[in-house]
């Protein structure tokens, strides 16, 4: 099992410890409850230095994206990330992922699930007839997610780059915590405002501003924040979670994902997306509440009210913010619209709940 450069940091607080995409990653330290909170009303930390890292670079570098990806990379400018996916011949989803343009036309970092990281290596690496260059700089990469929203203020003083002001999905290199050549990201997987921050794990810069980033927080109450809380945060978002909402066999459309599939280039799957939006789905990705008490989990079957199965839940959790249990699920088109009553089996009873708008609230 891998570790990540903060993994004795981990051990050390108390986390409780699992594997998770071939790594041991802290799961939580004071409780998902408590650290889920903190996020949502202040700031914590999340070491997701799992997460692989591509760089491509090359003059064809983002005719290459464009070919393997579904959201139209060519609108990027330097400084700016975007979300996108990895489409398969067949339309599935090889694996979300976010583009960074770190120089225009010329050089760009793919950041892809933990997972999937072999897998996104071969899928694109696949298409790469034009010679371009391509880094797997996951190893040697650490990240770390500041969430919440005290999170930039927080970090504001170990840096000269303006994060206070960062755009959504835009990015900035620079100077952080004593540290060279960082890069600091507006994006996140919480829905709670905060920064992504890459750096290439050499000497002590891991210890260094991990250690930093929690003295300049101390005041403020910052905590450190395990894999529990951060599927309970992202599940409240409605945000898809690779391997659970989406996967090979489920495709952009099915899954909500219209926003990031552009049919103004050509791409990997294309035909067959585009033959879906057409056509119509027959499943789509809703979320839901449940009405009866009861928590539903991945897997389990979602019914009409004659008991016919029309379809299964994805994600489920008791939601921290809302005190009430939430999904995530497929079901047949004609069940998809909001207020739209199902029910959950759960063990041999089915418990009534409804289909809500995204975000959850």
Known sequence: MKATPFTEKHIALGAKMAPFAGYNMPISYT?????HAAVRKNAGVFDVSHMGEFILKGENALDLIQRVTSNDASKLKAGQAQYSCLPNDNGGIIDDLLVYCIEENKTYMLVVNASNIEKDWNAISRFNDKDVEMHNISEKTALLAVQGPAATRIIQSLTDLDVLNLKYYTFAKGRFAGVDNVLISATGYTGAGGVE????????DASKIWDAIFEAGAEAGIKPVGLGARDTLRLEMGYCLYGNDIDDNTSPLEAGLGWITRFTKEFNGRAIIEQQKAAGVERKLVGFEMIDKGIPRQGYEIKDHTGATIGHVTSGTQSPS???????????TAFASIDTPVFIKVRDKLLQAKVVKLPFA
Do not use: P, R, T, W
């Open 31 to 35: 409780g998902i409850n408590d650290e």
């Open 197 to 204: 921050i890459y750096f290439e794990d050499k000497d002590d």
């Open 322 to 332: 809302f005190g009430k249990a939430i999904g995530l699920g497929y079901v047949s």
